[in-house]
């Protein structure tokens, strides 16, 4: 498997180029004013931080709300509030600070994903397409987005693609890496029942329930030790929060691709909220049922389950598009044998 401590030079040699890239385009958009963001969810991450710290809950306010327009709700598990507040205690007050903190640990994610994907081929014999791929990520408009608007992104996705990477080889750290990355952003819930489903294929028959049962504490250790304390202060606002996702009106945000049942709702109003998601559900039904019945690769079915989450998920952000992106390098050279130096060093990850 992928060895994060026997860097060859020429792998070096690649990297390089591509972290001077990166740090070029990131540094384009850290001259960015602090004001321009305002309107961007890292302006409001900021915000809910700043809340905390207050005594204010940031949960509360949905219930003020219809649960379907949304008016910047805190919809994400709370690491990232709690990590605002933490990084405004340790004296960095006004967003533009926040800003000034923020940036570079983004731009360690966004390289850290470049530098897995380079791994990943290299490994395999396949310096230049492997260069290529990563440079799809370094530098795709999709990625550029998400470094204009600074979103949580990178850090969610460098996460659970390690968290992929290890699954084979260190299980129980990467469901923790897993848990990180849904405790920053939870777009990837949806492939947890494909982690339960390995989980369940790998273990001895007689221990298969116990396994289970460790891995779903492992994977919710971090959202669920970061919730406790909202949970306990208000749980009805935590819950109506992250579930405000599932039921948000879909024709506030990208109208020109909508999905089906954006379609229909237009003649069948009903089709509206977890109604609306039952297509997209069922097809994600079957992805599991095809990794549990069928010989198909982790990373084929988690490229298409985000897929799936991409084309019918009733609310469409620009954001979205690079989780199934980042996983697809990985599921198209999967099945590739590693190199004959890489096999003799093999147990290093």
Same mark, same amino acid.
């Given at each position: 498997?992928l060895?994060?401590?026997?860097?060859?030079?020429?792998?070096c040699?690649l990297?390089?180029?591509l972290?001077?890239?990166?740090?070029?385009?990131?540094?384009?958009?850290?001259?960015t004013?602090?004001?321009?963001?305002?309107?961007?969810?890292?302006?409001?991450?900021?915000?809910?931080?700043?809340?905390i710290?207050?005594?204010?809950? *940031?949960?509360?306010?949905?219930?003020?709300?219809?649960?379907?327009?949304?008016?910047?709700y805190?919809?994400?598990? @709370?690491?990232?509030?709690?990590f %605002?507040?933490l990084?405004?205690?340790?004296?960095f007050?006004?967003?533009?600070?926040w800003?000034?903190?923020?940036?570079?640990?983004?731009?360690?994610?966004?390289?850290?994903?470049?530098?897995?994907?380079?791994?990943?081929f290299?490994?395999?014999?396949?310096?230049?397409?492997g260069?290529?791929?990563s440079t799809?990520? +370094?530098?795709?408009?999709w %990625?550029?987005?998400i470094?204009?608007?600074?979103?949580?992104?990178f850090?969610?996705?460098?996460?659970?693609?390690?968290?992929?990477?290890?699954?084979k080889?260190?299980?129980?750290? %990467? +469901?923790?890496?897993?848990?990180?990355?849904?405790?920053?952003?939870?777009?990837?819930?949806?492939l947890?029942p494909?982690?339960?489903?390995?989980?369940?294929?790998?273990?001895?028959?007689?221990?298969?329930?116990?396994?289970?049962?460790?891995?779903?504490?492992?994977?919710?250790s971090?959202?669920?030790?970061t919730s406790? @304390?909202?949970?306990?202060?208000?749980?009805?606002?935590?819950?109506?929060?992250?579930?405000?996702?599932?039921?948000?009106?879909? $024709?506030?945000?990208i109208?020109?691709?909508p999905?089906?049942?954006?379609?229909? %709702?237009?003649?069948?109003?009903?089709?509206?909220?977890?109604?609306?998601?039952?297509l997209m559900?069922?097809?994600?039904?079957?992805?599991y049922? $095809?990794?549990?019945?069928?010989?198909?690769?982790?990373?084929?079915?988690?490229?298409?389950?985000?897929?799936?989450?991409?084309?019918?998920?009733?609310?469409?952000?620009?954001?979205?598009f690079?989780? $199934?992106?980042?996983?697809?390098?990985?599921?198209?050279?999967?099945?590739? *044998?590693?190199s004959s130096?890489q096999?003799?060093?093999? *147990?290093?990850?």
């Open positions: 498997m060895s994060l401590y026997r860097l060859d030079k020429k792998y040699l990297l390089l180029p972290v001077l890239a990166g740090f070029l385009i990131h540094f384009k958009f850290w001259l004013p602090a004001d321009a963001l305002k309107n961007q969810d890292i302006y409001f991450i900021w915000l809910e931080g700043k809340r710290i207050s005594g204010e809950n *940031p949960y509360a306010r949905v219930l003020l709300g219809d649960m379907r327009n949304n008016d910047k805190a919809t994400y598990f @709370p690491l990232a509030y709690l %605002s507040a990084v405004q205690k340790l004296g007050l006004e967003f533009r600070d800003l000034y903190f923020w940036r570079p640990i983004s731009f360690s994610f966004h390289i850290g994903i470049v530098a897995l994907i380079l791994r990943y290299q490994i395999r014999g396949l310096w230049i397409i260069f290529v791929a799809i990520i +370094l530098l795709g408009r %990625s550029i987005y470094v204009r608007v600074h979103h949580l992104e850090a969610a996705i460098f996460f659970l693609i390690l968290s992929l990477v290890l699954l080889e260190k299980t129980k750290f %990467s +469901l923790l890496m897993f848990s990180i990355s849904l405790g920053i952003k939870q777009i990837a819930i949806f947890l494909l982690y339960l489903i390995y989980i369940w294929k790998n273990a001895a028959k007689n221990r298969r329930i116990k396994h289970i049962i460790w891995g779903f504490l492992i994977i919710f971090i959202p669920f030790l406790l @304390p909202f949970l306990i202060w208000d749980a009805e606002a935590f819950f109506k929060s992250i579930l405000f996702s599932g039921t948000r009106l879909a $024709s506030s945000h109208t020109d691709a999905s089906v049942d954006v379609i229909f %709702s237009q003649k069948y109003p009903w089709i509206v909220g977890l109604r609306a998601k039952l559900l069922f097809l994600m039904g079957m992805i049922l $095809s990794f549990l019945k069928e010989k198909v690769s982790m990373f084929v079915s988690s490229t298409i389950t985000m897929m799936i989450f991409l084309y019918f998920n009733s609310v469409l952000f620009l954001q979205y690079l989780w $199934s992106l980042c996983i697809i390098p990985f599921a198209l050279v999967e099945l590739i *044998p590693l130096q096999n003799k060093d093999r *147990p290093n990850f």
